[in-house]
């Protein structure tokens, strides 16, 4: 079986709260908009947070007939829609694949939370009329494997096709084991990712008993405000990312675009508590120390990192404790920030926008803003990027996500070089 054969990303697509291509996400991140507003959704009034980072102008029926968008939740309408977009991207021709390449073509991707808004309408209707009224579709929307399934009945690959679960770290445990499939010879094409649709009254209700969300009900736009002294907890997004991850030579043969190449992952668990990250870092540390190794880099090499970054008290210094350990003098000499200042904290998706984020700036050279930074924390003393674009040359950059449950993954991209 062929070993740590190369792997390259050669497609990207996006919907999120600052745009519904990864084009538009790019364009957004640079200009450093915010995507929070107040819900639209449902009645937010019963509860203590009015806002969030909500997906604007997303029409199912862009992208399906009225009877299958009727069968298909939200977060898997997200991910059938960004990965339409990441397919057409790379150059794929799904109707005209060859045999092996449709049997070495596989789909991981993952949701944390799956199909809350059916599962939400169910529960109401089974209150009201009984189970024998619940739809014969109830179980197969809510899965949180169901987008991969979608994805690869639509498109007829048949490669490995499954689902990893592990909440806001979700999307970066999909993208590590398409990765790590790849790299060790069990497909040559991966379509990977996360994707989320977490905004009703009981999502929302439930990270606010958990007093994890921001309150900042008279000026949301400002609400997410990671490493600020006066941040208050996240913003809640939803949306989705897709990446198409390929084998090097496959994706050269064919003449792909390729934006970048993954050369290293790492994972960890805290081992400390079901919601709260280590005070010290100490799970971070060890998913960073993992990517560095397997990446064969050091840590000078790297110049930017996408934080997990997500606006929390605990969270942004115990991720800012864990680089300084970590990176020494280095965590002072690159940049750093995170998007989810302007995305909003997207769970099971944030790792693959937060990926094609850095691979872009990796591509680029160009390091995305945190933005709504005003006061600052004397915990929080590394270069943020703070509220404005950098142009800065940028060969290596590492992604960060972490979940409840102790949960670390960090990806580790690099500028492709023939």
């Not at 991969?148 to 009945?153: D, T, V």
């Not at 965590?331 to 099971?348: Q, R």
Request: aromatic letters at 8%; charged letters at 20%.
């Amino acid at each position: 079986m062929a070993k740590n054969r190369r792997v390259v990303v050669t497609g990207i697509g996006a919907i999120t709260p600052i745009g519904l291509t990864a084009k538009d996400l790019w364009k957004n991140l640079k200009s450093g908009k915010s995507g929070a507003a107040e819900i639209t959704k449902f009645d937010s009034s019963n509860l203590n947070t009015h806002f969030a980072c909500e997906v604007k102008d997303f029409d199912p029926l862009n992208y399906f007939d009225r009877k299958t968008a009727r069968r298909l939740d939200e977060f898997t309408q997200y991910a059938l829609a960004a990965t339409a977009e990441a397919i057409e991207d790379s150059g794929l021709d799904p109707d005209n694949m060859s045999v092996e390449d449709k049997e070495t073509t596989g789909v991981l991707f993952g949701s944390g939370m799956g199909g809350m808004k059916t599962f939400d309408q169910q529960s109401v209707q089974n209150s009201k009329a009984g189970p024998s009224k619940i739809s014969p579709f109830f179980i197969p929307m809510i899965i949180p494997d169901i987008a991969a399934g979608q994805i690869s009945i639509k498109y007829g690959f048949k490669g490995p096709n499954y689902c990893v679960v592990s909440a806001c770290a979700t999307a970066n445990n999909n993208m590590i084991d398409a990765f790590l499939v790849i790299q060790q010879g069990l497909a040559n094409t991966i379509i990977t990712g996360g994707t989320e649709a977490p905004l009703n009254e009981i999502g929302v209700g439930g990270f606010n008993s958990a007093r994890a969300l921001s309150t900042r009900n008279d000026s949301p736009e400002t609400a997410s405000r990671p490493f600020d002294a006066t941040r208050d907890g996240f913003v809640m997004g939803e949306g989705c990312g897709t990446m198409i991850l390929e084998e090097l030579e496959h994706a050269e043969k064919r003449g792909a675009n390729i934006y970048g190449e993954i050369i290293g992952v790492g994972l960890s668990a805290d081992a400390h508590h079901i919601t709260a990250p280590h005070p010290d870092g100490t799970g971070a540390i060890l998913s960073m120390k993992m990517a560095l190794k397997t990446a064969g880099i050091k840590t000078d090499d790297v110049d930017y990192i996408n934080m997990h970054g997500t606006s929390t008290p605990l969270g942004d210094i115990g991720e800012t404790k864990a680089i300084k350990s970590l990176f020494g003098d280095q965590a002072y000499n690159m940049n750093v920030s995170s998007t989810k200042s302007m995305t909003g904290h997207m769970l099971g998706a944030a790792g693959a926008i937060e990926g094609i984020a850095t691979l872009l700036t990796v591509q680029n050279d160009i390091i995305p803003p945190t933005i709504n930074f005003e006061t600052p924390d004397p915990d929080c003393d590394l270069n943020y990027t703070f509220n404005k674009v950098e142009e800065k040359t940028v060969n290596i950059g590492m992604s960060n996500a972490f979940g409840f449950g102790g949960h670390n993954t960090t990806v580790v991209f690099k500028k492709y070089d023939q």
